[in-house]
């Protein structure tokens, strides 16, 4: 028996984007290095050793955003998949929430200075985690069914969908496209501080992986 994903029974699906600056780790070392850090006359080596310590990190969290998803899920028995029984329908309501957390991936940058100008290369924004919030998340309403019981696989199949639903529908909602923009501006502010505001940083973003887990 598999589960049924009736599209149109979904109640509401609620997606709040909460852009704020995550990356803690980040900035703690980043700030750390910046208030000890003499930066030499060559602004070269200057950038590099900023560089370094950020890559580092290996990983910037730049945004997080919450999700609700709200879907009624059903299912019946059927005879040998020709058609389903009569009075075996079952169904539950269940209410799944999570956050997520987009970024880029800080290991494979690349800097390249010239005069007073920086040019960070990196890759495509992706989703970081996915996490779920059991504290909120369950079953809010269930109609069993003697003849065809709920199944422990039919809750599973149904947060399967739910986290793939929060991501496609973040990525369509541009959350990529945001923590590369929000990555610029924290990858900057580092700069700015280490170097001073006199120094052009501006970036490139390679082409999207094939899995699409990029912008």
Not at 108 to 132: C, F, H, K, R, V
Request: hydrophobic fraction near 40%; glycine fraction near 8%.
């Amino acid at each position: 028996m598999g589960i049924k994903v009736d599209k149109g029974t979904v109640k509401s699906i609620k997606i709040g984007t909460i852009c704020v600056t995550i990356g803690l780790a980040l900035g703690i070392a980043g700030t750390l290095f910046v208030s000890n850090y003499n930066p030499s006359d060559d602004i070269e080596v200057s950038a590099s050793t900023v560089f370094g310590r950020i890559v580092e990190q290996n990983e910037l969290v730049s945004v997080s955003q919450d999700y609700s998803i709200v879907d009624k899920q059903g299912d019946s028995a059927s005879f040998f998949g020709l058609f389903d029984i009569p009075f075996t329908d079952n169904s539950f309501w269940y209410r799944y929430e999570g956050t997520l957390k987009a970024g880029v991936n800080l290991e494979t940058a690349e800097i390249e200075a010239q005069g007073g100008s920086l040019t960070i290369t990196l890759d495509p924004a992706y989703i970081i985690s996915n996490t779920p919030d059991m504290e909120t998340s369950g079953v809010l309403e269930e109609r069993n069914n003697v003849l065809n019981p709920i199944q422990v696989g039919d809750v599973d199949a149904f947060q399967r969908w739910c986290v793939e639903q929060s991501q496609k529908q973040a990525v369509e909602g541009g959350l990529l496209a945001d923590a590369q923009t929000e990555a610029e501006n924290q990858l900057t502010q580092l700069f700015y501080a280490a170097l001073g505001e006199d120094v052009q940083v501006s970036f490139v973003w390679r082409e999207a992986s094939a899995e699409g887990e990029s912008v």
